[in-house]
Structures are given as structure tokens and as C-alpha cells.
């Protein structure tokens, strides 16, 4: 399969969730239930993880569960630069 899945960390490396494309392709992040160490295989992993909520196109700041520090989720430019540019490509001749 060639979609990717990013993980999501906290400033300290724990893994608080994962990013993912949707299919009109706009960044959506998984956030985990609780935030899981470092020694993680992601294969072995995935199907154990609790999925607290799916956050897009929002802004949020989210804590880690295991050292409290806090990250900003920002979904990312390519939503608004789809909505900008799309016209001129669409052009028919
Ligand atoms: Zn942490």
C-alpha cells in the first residue's frame, strides 16, 4: 500500500497519535486515547490503539498523557492552498 501514516509525537517523543490523508487528500490526525513510548513497532501496534478523536482542519492543542507537555495540531496549508488555486487548473482550454 502506498499511503503513508505519519506518527504524531509530543515534544518529548511519545507518540500521541498518527497523521493521515483523508481522500480529498486534507491531513486528518488520530489522536490516541494515551500516548505511547518510543519502543513502538508501528505493524504490531495499530490495531491496540484506542482512538480518542479524529481532529481536521482545526486548530488544538493537545497534551501527552505521559509527560503532560503540550503540542500545537495545525492541519496544514494544502487545504487552503487547494481552495485557492483550484479555478485556473480547471480551466477547459
Ligand atoms: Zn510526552
Redesign the pocket.
Known sequence: MSQTIAVWK?????V?GQVRRNGRGIRQLLLYRQ?IDLDWNEEDGMEEVDILAVVEGQVMNVR?S??E?VRTWAPGKESERRRGGRREGAKPW
Open positions: 509530543c515534544p518529548a517523543g511519545h500521541m500516548a501527552c505521559i509527560c507537555r
